[in-house]
């Protein structure tokens, strides 16, 4: 059993469910760089958008369940909490998509397979691949098991995305701001994807792909987020601009 296989055995082992259309699962799989943007290639984006409006329902429904009194706004609220990229890509880490996924050389190259929006996108793909293969209760199992620690958080505060994160990193230590180029773009015009390289002074640069340049930008500003625990920059560094 290659590697790929087995990780999609385990993706199905920890989401407690076989998918019975095999091409319906290799397609909530396959990320929009592989083959380039070619029409051959069936990709997950179509089943995103689906995953997205099956996912919403589900979060709704939990709500709505837990606090029957619940006024709009405040399901609203929670509702941004739960349901966003972050925990979508929580949920997708969780339930082993990074190693089952299909990615070009080159997106797994800049860090695709762990960005959090591309995760985030795989995770809504596979809700609606669960949707369509078996039913609502299929998706409501997947959401009401992987977001369960979503719940536990869900008046905590939201995190700040990792451009601010990384900017307040590189103020805090006396560094120019961090820049950002985009490199590259690729695919059709209804579903491009961008390379964007982020460089801050003495680091090396990082590379982050997204369907829009902001997330691109956000995907690259967390990887150089993990380099923060290296050594400091030497002082004539921190003095270039």
């Not at 380039?36 to 958008?49: S, T």
């Not at 941004?80 to 080159?106: F, I, K, Q």
């Not at 009401?144 to 900017?167: C, G, M, N, S, Y």
Request: glycine share 8%; charged share 30%; aromatic share 6%.
């Amino acid at each position: 059993m290659n590697t790929r296989v087995a990780a999609v055995a385990e993706l199905e082992r920890r989401i407690g469910y076989t998918f019975a259309d095999r091409d319906l699962l290799e397609r909530a799989l396959t990320h929009a760089s592989v083959g380039d943007g070619a029409r051959a290639v069936r990709h997950n984006e179509r089943l995103e958008f689906l995953g997205d409006r099956v996912l919403n329902l589900c979060a709704a429904e939990r709500l709505m369940a837990l606090d029957p009194d619940a006024r709009e706004g405040e399901m609203s609220r929670l509702m941004a909490n739960l349901v966003n990229y972050h925990a979508c890509s929580r949920a997708a880490r969780a339930a082993g998509l990074p190693d089952a996924m299909r990615l070009s050389a080159s997106a797994s190259k800049v860090g695709a397979r762990n960005s959090d929006a591309v995760l985030g996108d795989a995770c809504e793909a596979l809700i609606a691949a669960l949707y369509i293969d078996g039913g609502l209760e299929q998706a409501r199992a997947f959401f009401q098991t992987f977001w369960a620690d979503e719940f536990e958080r869900v008046d905590e505060p939201r995190a700040k995305d990792p451009k601010t994160q990384l900017q307040e990193w590189a103020q805090g230590r006396g560094l120019p701001l961090p820049a950002y180029d985009v490199i590259g773009r690729d695919g059709p015009d209804h579903a491009p994807c961008f390379t964007v390289q982020v460089f801050l002074i003495g680091f090396g640069p990082e590379q982050g792909q997204g369907r829009s340049r902001q997330e691109a930008e956000k995907a690259a500003a967390q990887r150089m987020l993990l380099k923060r625990e290296g050594p400091d920059p030497d002082a004539s560094q921190k003095d270039m601009s």
